[in-house]
């Protein structure tokens, strides 16, 4: 299954003119700067923004294509705008009824009550929007979009009306939605750190144009794309949780590229957990260093290199089949006699675990 | 004390009043919509017409409705020849002169609750699977309840209020068409002026319960949303 999209949208001098396909499961982060066309491309696969061109088929319905045009009404898709949008009118309750009395009987996948256990939301079931908190309003907007069992669902920064301490207590049920329901959501940001946490598959928007669009690792480490260069360039590595040693108080994490070690307990064993690698903690060393204080050293090949400035360069490496960035001096890289396909060992200062 | 011929035109007054504001809630919604969405280019027209009976002398008013209403008129003369009979001098042609003159009164409270709602709660609605008549009534009327409740009390209160169209196609018929300041005025011209406080005494108390009223439901509705 997957979603397949082409719009071409005029609103004043903005033009969008975004043509992709992106797997119709998990999450797929429509990324990039402010003004790029993020919010105009989520509002015209619902059918809000209508384009004189357009073609959008998720698995096998066609929501437009030539004269055909589905109503927003008739499309099964859930919509969390970045401001809540409660009816202000309605309690909590009647909010969450509004979306789930409108659909029939047969076609609700969720019940009511799952959905409120989800989003943890009994306790303010007869309150009104008004005496919401931000972060409890985003929690009731997202229920009862669930609510309406939608195909697909769309969240339009969800996060960004929210201070740091709401965004990390919502930030867990949005997981949770990607854990225990299988629906694809394609969810705008334009924060990095939300998008590494969340997405398993990048979209790049860049002045109404898609830039690119694939799984998270491979945009976010690819050289022709500006991700590989920002400050904070890194790569996603999916490991599972494998063991726990008491003594020192480190979890051992696999994946395919080898055992990350990690300051701090994560249970239970086999979970599965995402990590991030910044290219600026990962240094390179040609020989297996014995005495070192990182406990991070894993066998690599370097795939690519590209000057990142007159001083330093980035190196694309593969870890078993794994991307991982460093950022490394041009010195160092002269002195390491790097090139593509030599065989080096990466050492990993600092693993952040997302989530 | 009231004259049977007092009560009679607070009855009607109050009957017209009641009538013309119901008939312009109904009209006034679609319209009011229309204009608060609209982007066609014939709106500012359509703005305008709604709002000259704001400026426009009553009598001015009141004299193309008699020509329009009266048997030689374009409305009169096709009810005749429908074998009705002409709607000038009557209760019916005063509500039908009441609902022009007080229509700005309605519609453009009803506009503006209309455009402050924007967009993004109905659109939150149809993402919702509420197809445009539900979005409308399970959204957008609950939404613009002040504005419903300040075009029901302007629109009442100004009927009441209204002199110079009424006496230009009504006449001052007892029983028929007189209304409380037709009768007012009657009393003062012919120097009854102990009826003349009585009478409007009265509407200077329910205009001020009203509009308190009001004011007072108003707040509420605020504390509520």
């Not at chain 1, 066609?62 to 309690?91: D, M």
């Not at chain 1, 390179?284 to 000057?307: F, K, W």
């Not at chain 2, 000259?52 to 005749?80: C, D, N």
């Not at chain 2, 709660?121 to 445009?132: H, T």
């Amino acid at each position: 299954m997957s979603l397949e999209a082409r719009f071409h949208l005029q609103r004043g001098t903005f033009t969008l003119d975004a043509a992709f396909c992106v797997p119709a499961s998990g999450v797929t982060a429509v990324f990039g700067p402010s003004g790029c066309g993020k919010t105009s491309l989520l509002r015209a696969v619902a059918g809000l923004e209508r384009c004189k061109e357009g073609y959008l088929k998720i698995g096998d319905d066609v929501w437009q294509a030539g004269t055909r045009f589905v109503a927003p009404h008739h499309r099964a898709l859930g919509y969390v705008f970045q401001e809540a949008s409660l009816f202000p009118h309605l309690s909590v309750r009647r909010n969450l009824e509004y979306g789930y009395r409108r659909v029939p009987v047969g076609d609700r996948r969720m019940s009511f009550d799952q959905a409120v256990d989800l989003l943890g939301l009994e306790s303010l079931l007869v309150r009104q929007p008004a005496h919401l908190s931000g972060g409890e309003r985003q929690r009731v907007a997202i229920a009862r979009a669930l609510l309406t069992s939608p195909r697909l669902m769309l969240m339009d920064e969800p996060l960004a009306s929210l201070d740091a301490k709401r965004k990390a207590d919502l930030l867990p049920f949005i997981e949770r939605l990607h854990e225990e329901l299988t629906m694809p959501v394609l969810f705008v940001s334009h924060a990095p750190d939300e998008v590494a946490r969340l997405a398993d598959h990048l979209l790049l928007l860049e002045a109404g144009k898609v830039l690119a669009d694939g799984p998270i690792n491979d945009v976010l480490t690819r050289f022709d794309l500006p991700l590989a260069h920002d400050q904070e360039a890194g790569a996603i590595i999916e490991a599972t949780v494998s063991g726990y040693d008491e003594t020192y108080h480190l979890t051992r994490l696999k994946f395919a590229g080898g055992e990350f070690t990690l300051a701090r307990e994560v249970s239970p064993p086999g979970r599965r957990v995402r990590l991030r690698v910044l290219a600026r903690d990962v240094s390179l060393t040609l020989a297996h260093q014995p005495d070192t204080s990182i406990l991070n050293i894993l066998p690599a090949c370097v795939e690519a290199l590209v000057d990142e400035s007159k001083a330093q360069l980035m190196v694309r490496l593969s870890v078993g089949g794994s991307p991982l960035l460093a950022r490394i001096t041009r010195k160092s890289a002269t002195v390491l006699a790097l090139a593509p396909g030599k065989a080096v060992f990466a050492q990993v200062k600092s693993v952040a675990l997302l989530g | 004390m009231l004259t049977v011929a007092d009560l009679e035109a607070l009855w009607i007054t109050l009957k017209l009043a009641g009538l013309t504001t119901l008939i312009l809630l109904l009209l006034g919604t679609p319209l009011a919509w229309w204009l608060s969405r609209s982007r066609c280019r014939l709106k500012v027209v359509v703005d305008v017409l709604v709002s000259l009976p704001l400026i426009l002398p009553p009598t001015v008013m009141g004299f193309y409705l008699l020509i329009a209403l009266g048997p030689q008129g374009p409305i009169g003369g096709l009810l005749e020849s429908l074998g009705g009979r002409s709607i000038a001098f009557t209760f019916t042609g005063l509500v039908a002169g009441s609902v022009l003159y007080s229509l700005p009164f309605v519609v453009q409270p009803l506009q503006d609750a209309f455009t402050i709602i924007g967009r993004r709660p109905l659109e939150v609605a149809a993402c919702l699977r509420a197809a445009p008549l539900d979005r409308f009534f399970t959204v957008a009327m609950p939404l613009a309840r002040h504005g419903y409740l300040t075009a029901a009390v302007l629109g009442f209160a100004h009927t009441v209020g209204e002199f110079g169209v009424v006496l230009m196609i009504g006449g001052s018929i007892p029983g028929e068409t007189q209304v409380l300041s037709i009768a007012i005025y009657d009393h003062v011209e012919a120097l009854e002026y102990g009826q003349a406080h009585l009478l409007s005494g009265a509407l200077l108390t329910l205009f001020f319960v009203l509009l308190l009223a009001v004011y007072g439901v108003k707040r509420r509705l605020r504390v509520v949303l």
